[in-house]
């Protein structure tokens, strides 16, 4: 019995871990993500969060990809909300304590808030 058949259909579900979360809508990528507060002319519309990671995927997956990842996730949140700008509130990267062979960052969480701006 040959029982490397049965793990072929898990293959995209281990690759998709490896890869930055890619923005739902191409206009997304337009919304301006900075620390700098808004304009005084600006409306807040709501806060937003994006996430990317997790302990399983984490081997596999780069720092960097886990932090774009986020990113293209809180501008897809702010996107779908009107926002064409979004002040990061906190940014958070989990790093791995348990195993130093297991090192680096397994997750990214970026929290926001989102304004339509009249220019950006």
């Not at 990671?53 to 984490?58: H, L, P, R, V």
């Not at 990061?88 to 997750?107: C, F, K, P, R, W």
Request: aromatic content about 8%; glycine content about 8%; overall charge negative.
């Amino acid at each position: 019995m040959n029982i490397r058949f049965p793990l072929i259909p898990l293959i995209p579900i281990l690759a998709s871990g490896c890869v930055a979360a890619p923005l739902v809508s191409p206009d997304a990528g337009q919304v301006l993500v900075t620390r700098n507060a808004p304009a005084e002319e600006c409306m807040f519309v709501g806060e937003v969060l994006g996430s990317q990671g997790n302990f399983w995927t984490a081997e596999f997956t780069s720092d960097e990809d886990l932090v774009r990842g986020a990113r293209n996730r809180m501008r897809d949140e702010a996107y779908n909300l009107g926002a064409n700008f979004v002040q990061i509130e906190m940014e958070s990267q989990s790093h791995n304590t348990a195993d130093e062979s297991l090192g680096g960052v397994y997750s990214s969480v970026i929290i926001g808030n989102a304004y339509i701006c009249p220019k950006v």
